[in-house]
Nanobody, 121 residues
Framework: QVQLVESGGGLVQAGGSLRLSCAAS????????TGWFRQAPGKDREFVAC????????RYADSVKGRFTISADSAKNTVYLQIDSVKLEDTAVYSC??????????????WGQGTQVTVSS
């Protein structure tokens, strides 16, 4: 069974940094675009970033450009999301997803369970 497993969430102070990981269970995922989404309490899920496995094409939501960096390590079947200068409004459940069409309106067929990121002041 194909799986995506997120890790790296937790409690972080505003201004700090953390790195989220999305580990894919199969090399099959190298043919997919992998994206990160987040859902804050009481809000709709929103697109954060996506990348292809070669790492040559990354896209970001305008709200996170300059602070978030997505990267892919094909040898480890893992996609990372580096979050710097964390803000209170970054508090959310972060989920990774994979599909053939990326971007905010892409088609993602596989989803992880999510990892909670909580930012404290």
């Amino acid at each position: 069974q194909v799986q995506l497993v997120e890790s790296g969430g937790g409690l972080v102070q505003a201004g700090g940094s953390l790195r989220l990981s999305c580990a894919a269970s199969s090399r099959t995922f190298r043919s997919y675009i992998t994206g990160w989404f987040r859902q804050a309490p009481g809000k709709d899920r929103e697109f954060v970033a996506c990348i292809n496995w070669s790492g040559t094409n990354a896209r970001y939501a305008d709200s996170v450009k300059g602070r978030f960096t997505i990267s892919a390590d094909s040898a480890k079947n893992t996609v990372y999301l580096q979050i710097d200068s964390v803000k209170l409004e970054d508090t959310a459940v972060y989920s990774c997803a994979a599909g053939m069409i990326g971007g905010p309106l892409g088609k993602y067929d596989y989803w992880g369970q999510g990892t909670q990121v909580t930012v404290s002041s």
